[in-house]
């Protein structure tokens, strides 16, 4: 039989979308989901042309195989679980649904990764495009698949991708003229199983770059540091630790540009709507890529000053009885914890724990620096974390049986001119479906008070 079909493997949003691209352009779809509980019909019915699209659940037959010519993943599929292992060895090339983006993209791409900070500085990079340019497409991890949206592009739109490691895993030709790494902190060595691991697959945004390309380092990052020798793009660092002759720097409430060690000062904190450090980060990284985009720098900070902070990322919900809640459900590791807290300035009743990702928790107590004045603990990792804080003399802590309870016992806990915050340091896995869910809850929750 001949080989003439694609073999797209998950039926989420990612997967009909890839399904909806390929059937758009006259490729036939087989479409396959290892979870055999799932309704045909309601998989069907999310399809814009069911029309050329098989679908299969739990195992494929293996007739189907000899019918594919290209297996395409969504992101959540492992690369090296059985099922990917075995298309392989029979010779069918897997790509991720990115990849199959890109091939699709007729414009100019922008490629945002790292371990924390892709979805504040991926939103603000696509509002600094989208005031600037006519057609400007956000999409990839931050909810908008890019094969939604690819077919729509155009030769002079722009293509602006948050990008994670899971998506960077299954890239072949994809190639963006500006991309950016914004740190690097072990994250998912569930998946990935050992941080070298991880930080290959970070880094593999700029393989197909070239020296007419850019990519968007952090100075603080002593791998990105040692990165910018060998990556074949342009580097291009910002910090906000130190002064740099050349990018973008940090400095006492204010970001500069440094050129061939000529500063110019760019914008200060307090003009912006997002706070902490890591913020300015953001910012800085968002300034570097649509600068040498060659948006004028003027749109850029006009763009910067308007631009809001993402919901779910240390997002102010409101003040009842004196106390600031704030809701950071998208903190969903330890590096990115950190920042919640060091972005709060009163004391603090923390709601933390959930779906163990492999992490270790020594350095988020490390960050509490006497603001965290009680931290309530949820989910399957509440007792590992428990053990740590006890490690670090830290025992201001109380277990809840549900994220209702640890709510309330944190309300019951904070008094005025405190703040409680959500940065549960894990994933939201096992109690809710996703943060975006968990940080909704969390919203309802406070706004009831």
Known sequence: MDRNRILVVGTGISGVSACDLLSANGETCVLFDSNDKLSEQSVRDKLKDAGNVDIYFGELEEGVYDTIKLAVLSPGVPVDSTFVVGLKDRGIPVIGEVELA???????????????????????????????????????NIGNPYTKEVSDSSTDSVSVAEISSFQLETIDDFKPHV????????DHLNRHHTLEKYIEVKEAVCTNQTGDDY??????????????????????????????????????????????????????????????????????????????????????????????????RIEFV??????????????????????????????????????????????????????VKKLVLIGATKHKIAECARKHGFNDYEFAESFKDAFDICVRNAVEGDCVLLSPACASWGMFDNYEQRGNIFKEYVNDL
């Open 215 to 312: 990519v968007i380092l952090n100075y603080e990052d002593e791998e990105l540091r040692e990165f910018a020798e060998r990556t074949p793009a342009t580097p291009v660092f910002f910090s906000s630790a130190r002064k740099l002759d050349d990018g973008l720097y940090y400095d006492n409430g204010t970001i500069y540009l440094g050129t061939g060690g000529v500063s110019q000062r760019l914008i200060d904190a307090d003009e912006m709507n997002i706070i902490g450090v890591h913020n300015m980060e953001n910012a800085m990284a968002a300034i570097a890529i649509a600068h040498v985009f060659g948006v004028p720098m003027d749109s850029i900070l006009k763009s910067v000053r308007d631009f809001k902070a993402v919901e779910h």
């Open 318 to 371: 409101a003040e009842k009885n004196g106390v600031r809640y704030y809701n950071d459900s998208k903190g969903t590791n330890v590096d990115a914890a950190i920042k919640g807290i060091k972005a709060m300035n009163r004391p603090t009743c923390l709601i933390g724990g959930g779906y163990d990702k492999g992490s270790e928790y020594d350095e988020w107590f490390e960050a509490f620096d006497g603001k």
């Open 102 to 140: 890109f091939r699709y993209d007729k414009g100019s791409v922008i490629a945002i990764t790292g371990t924390n900070g892709k979805t504040t500085t991926t939103a603000l990079t696509g509002k600094i495009m989208s005031d600037h340019y006519d057609r400007v497409f956000v999409v990839g």
């Open 179 to 186: 991309s950016a790494i914004l740190n690097i902190t072990p």
